[in-house]
């Protein structure tokens, strides 16, 4: 009888541990799945910017952030103003020798001979927050620009919707806004982490951030 008792418990154990696998088995299948199909919205409607210093010496890194402020400012009036992620990767893209002149004239402005590359492509962006705004990491379509060797430390920013010039937590008009240039199932995601987001929304951003940090 003793050694039937110890049987079934040990059956019963086997099949719980099982179970806890094939669970545990579909909820990462799941949740990579939704991660995917979250980044993918996300992707899809917002463009980003990424700049790479020369190294990470002082004085390269204060040029990179100088000729972040001078092509954000060359191109804020066409950033405040476009209507689309599409759109603004469009615009980029037919002005990629333009932006090299203006960053290499700039640079010599400042005593520095950098070449620079520009470039429309896809970058590896980690997590980020902008106000009230996180985006999850993974692959953005962005505009690219390399200075010199560009072995020096990233700056990150996202042109669509034009977070580049937001500080601090941003108004209610500049919350409309961007309420109108995304989705409204992006918009919800990405202000997951706003004291205003349900726990619901919440939960989605955090399972999509669990998830991108694994890969």
Known sequence: MLKKYFTREYKFIIVSVLAGFVCSFIFCISARAYSHSVMNKITSEVFRFHILANSDSEEDQALKLALRDKILENYR????????????????????????????EFLKNEGCDYEVKAEVTKSMFPLRKYADVTLPGGNYDCLKIS?????????????????????????????????????????????????????????????????????
């Not at 009036?77 to 203006?102: V, W």
Request: with cysteine.
């Open 77 to 104: 009036d066409f950033l405040t103003s476009s209507p689309s992620k599409a759109e603004t990767e469009d615009f980029f893209k037919s002005r990629l020798p333009e932006i090299e002149n203006i960053s290499e």
């Open 147 to 215: 200075i010199g060797d560009a072995a020096g430390h990233n700056w990150w920013c996202v042109m669509f919707p034009p977070l580049c010039y937001v500080e601090g937590t941003y108004s209610e008009a500049e919350q409309g806004t961007y309420k109108n240039d995304l989705s409204e199932d992006v918009y919800s995601i990405i202000l997951g982490d706003s004291e205003s987001a349900s726990p619901k929304v919440r939960l989605k951003l955090k399972i999509t951030e669990l998830w991108q940090n694994r890969q």
